[in-house]
Nanobody, 121 residues
């Protein structure tokens, strides 16, 4: 089974940028749709962005549209989330996930361990 490892989290001031990466352990990565979820303290995990197996289709939560960009490189087994214009409400643990897409929603079956993103208010 594919294993996912995230990196790139940290603390950034409001208005700043961060780039999250997720590396998959196997070449079968290219057969999965991928996505990023996040979970803030006391809140449910929510979908942030998703991308089809080919990278040809992307989907975003309304709260991040125009600020976040999801991309993938199947040759390198990597998934990326470029986050710009960060806000305090973006503070959360971000999880990389693999699964299947249904009507633009990722149904995850594999999860990474998560990486913390903190944007102080």
């Amino acid at each position: 089974q594919v294993q996912l490892v995230e990196s790139g989290g940290g603390l950034v001031q409001a208005g700043g940028s961060l780039r999250l990466s997720c590396t998959a352990s196997e070449s079968t990565f290219s057969g999965y749709a991928m996505g990023w979820f996040r979970q803030a303290p006391g809140k449910e995990r929510e979908s942030v962005a998703a991308i089809s197996w080919s990278g040809g289709s992307t989907y975003y939560a309304d709260s991040v549209k125009g600020r976040f960009t999801i991309s993938r490189d199947n040759a390198k087994n990597t998934l990326t989330l470029q986050m710009n214009s960060l806000k305090p409400e973006d503070t959360a643990v971000y999880y990389c996930s693999a699964g299947s897409l249904f009507s633009g929603v990722l149904l995850p079956t594999i999860w990474g361990q998560g990486t913390q993103v903190t944007v102080p208010s």
